[in-house]
């Protein structure tokens, strides 16, 4: 079946613009993720939906990383006045369950590059 | 102290070679423990599990050690598809947090 779907591929954008990141997950899973991952290091946890409800989002950085899940399928991260350390691949995952036995399916991630 | 780490490598290994790899973590509490693989600009997915008992799927043999707080990952009879990052990833207890490591690189020399 269809994996986890992240769009746009690539985004490239100005400092001080907002920016919108899709993520389609499978059907089925109720628990979706957000991460992001620099050049060599390892994905970084921003923030976790169980259905529509962020139940944790510890891992956002600062107030201008935002995300929703309105009907508890598609995600939208959304980061208002970009800056450059905002550059990044944001991967986005789901699982069947929440719970810790539940591995994660990540989507080919959206590549941010802000100039 | 960061909650999961790793030896960043790379480990450079002749074809046919065994190699293994540890991972640490801080939370003692830690109940879920998994390695990705992570291809160069692809996203990780799910190599194995890691049970309490330890499992083998292949030419892959998993490890936790709760003791000592670390779990490892062995790889017999390497093979040139098996270089990439191999990523250490755990979910501390009271939490549906995974946290990833760093990553070893790994390189299967022909």
């Known amino acids: 079946g269809a994996g986890v779907s992240q769009t746009p591929s690539n985004k490239v954008t100005e400092k001080g613009k907002y920016v919108e990141l899709r993520c389609d997950p499978i059907s089925g899973h109720t628990a979706l993720y957000w991460y992001r991952q620099s050049l060599g290091q390892g994905p970084e946890f921003l923030i976790y939906f169980q259905g529509t409800g962020a139940a944790d989002d510890s891992g956002l950085p600062n107030d201008r990383f935002f995300a929703v899940r309105p009907e508890g399928s598609v995600s939208t991260l959304k980061i208002q006045r970009t800056e450059r350390g905002d550059s990044a691949v944001y991967l986005c995952?789901?699982?069947?369950?929440?719970?810790?036995?539940?591995?994660?399916?990540f989507g080919n991630g959206t590549r941010l590059t802000v100039t | 102290r960061k909650e999961v780490e790793q030896d960043p490598g790379p480990f450079n290994v002749p074809e046919g070679a065994t190699v293994a790899f540890n991972c640490t973590y801080s939370?003692?509490?830690?109940?879920?423990f998994f390695w990705y693989r992570q291809d160069c600009r692809k996203e990780p997915k799910l190599l194995m599990s890691v049970y309490s008992s330890g499992n083998e799927d292949g030419r892959f043999t998993a490890q936790l050690n709760r003791a000592s707080q670390y779990i490892s990952l062995l790889i017999r009879d390497s093979k040139l598809s098996d270089s990439a990052t191999y990523l250490c990833v755990v979910n501390p207890s009271g939490t549906y947090k995974y946290i990833f490591g760093t990553g070893t690189r790994l390189k299967v020399l022909a």
């Open positions: 939370n003692s509490a830690s109940q879920s």
């Open positions: 995952a789901s699982s069947l369950e929440s719970g810790p036995d539940s591995p994660l399916h």
